[in-house]
């Protein structure tokens, strides 16, 4: 039975390669609209993990608002150190003074997006999803370029 057992092998080989393609193909472009059925429907981002030295609401600096969460996705939080791996996906919630959520701003780490910033896709949204900015906005980049060496990511810190 040693070959029904080879075979049986080779399905589940084939079945992990495919599931993981179509993992992949699943992920959005660097496109706001996709992005945003993205972490809403496909993967909801309130199911994600947050960083293990940033967990839940926590005070926060302007621009952002008062108080903050930031959900990362398995492929952000699985990497390790810098740079993060690609389809590395960071969502932050912003809520003023009265903890009233205000913003949605994400980073989207996009295969030759952007290489000379980290290769990050940006946006922020309003609660109901209008994404204004989007892309490569100058003070989204400049601003987060003072953790650079950290690949742009201030709240959590890569070993
Ligand atoms: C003036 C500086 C500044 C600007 C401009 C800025 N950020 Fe940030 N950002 C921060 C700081 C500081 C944090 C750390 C959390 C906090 O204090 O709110 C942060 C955190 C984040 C995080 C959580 C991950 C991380 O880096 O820690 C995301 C996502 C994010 N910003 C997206 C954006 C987007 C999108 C824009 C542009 C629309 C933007 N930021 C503009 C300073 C800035």
Not at 52 to 58: P, S
């Amino acid at each position: 039975m040693a070959h029904g057992k080879k075979i049986t092998g080779f399905v589940i080989f084939c079945l992990t390669i495919f599931m993981a393609a179509t993992a992949m193909a699943k992920m959005p472009g660097p496109d706001p609209k996709e992005l945003w059925e993205h972490i809403t429907k496909t993967s909801p981002y309130t199911q994600w993990k947050f960083w293990d030295d940033h967990k839940g609401m926590l005070e926060g600096d302007e621009p952002h608002g008062s108080f903050h969460k930031v959900y990362v996705n398995d492929i952000a939080y699985g990497s390790s150190s810098v740079p993060l791996e690609y389809g590395a996906i960071e969502v932050k919630e912003n809520y003023n003074k009265k903890e009233k959520l205000m913003a949605i701003t994400v980073m989207y780490k996009v295969k030759g997006y952007n290489p000379e910033a980290g290769d990050w896709f940006w946006v922020r949204y309003s609660p109901k999803g209008k994404a204004k900015p989007y892309g490569k906005p100058k003070g989204c980049v400049n601003c987060h370029s003072g953790a650079a060496d950290n690949d742009f990511v201030f709240v959590h810190e890569f070993k």
